[in-house]
């Protein structure tokens, strides 16, 4: 059981981590300039990202506050979640990074497509 824990806390750490990388990304800053934002240092912020050390609620707040973002930014689909997959999270993050950028119109395509596909099946 205390090797499930671990587990999870893991994989939790990896999730949070992913996110920070990309709400970084997003915002078209480096690991060092995201680190004075939080007052830590540019390793710390890769640790966090890698999810080799937790990102503190704190920093998370900061964050949130600095950016106009809910905390459920870092939360979303991890708290309902009994068993965690890490993979379709990070797929799920890494497509709505990409769709955000899109136009209106295009965003439009994509949806009634995914539509059709699922009408497909």
């Given at each position: 059981?205390?090797?499930?824990?671990?587990?999870?806390?893991?994989?939790?750490?990896?999730i949070i981590g992913s996110r920070l990388k990309l709400l970084r990304k997003d915002l078209?800053?480096?690991?060092?300039?995201?680190?004075?934002?939080?007052g830590i240092t540019f390793q710390q912020v890769k640790k966090y990202e890698k999810g080799i050390n937790r990102l503190p609620i704190e920093n998370m707040i900061i964050l949130c506050k600095n950016h106009n973002l809910s905390i459920d930014y870092f939360f979303?689909?991890?708290?309902?979640?009994?068993?965690?997959?890490?993979?379709?999270?990070?797929?799920?993050?890494?497509?709505?990074r990409y769709f955000r950028k899109l136009n209106n119109k295009s965003k439009e395509f994509i949806i009634?497509?995914?539509?059709?596909?699922?009408?497909?099946?």
């Open positions: 059981m205390t090797n499930e824990l671990i587990k999870n806390k893991q994989e939790f750490n990896v078209k800053l480096s690991q060092a300039k995201l680190g004075e934002e939080i979303q689909d991890i708290i309902s979640t009994k068993n965690i997959d890490s993979e379709e999270i990070r797929l799920k993050d890494n497509l709505l009634e497509t995914i539509k059709n596909l699922l009408h497909t099946y």
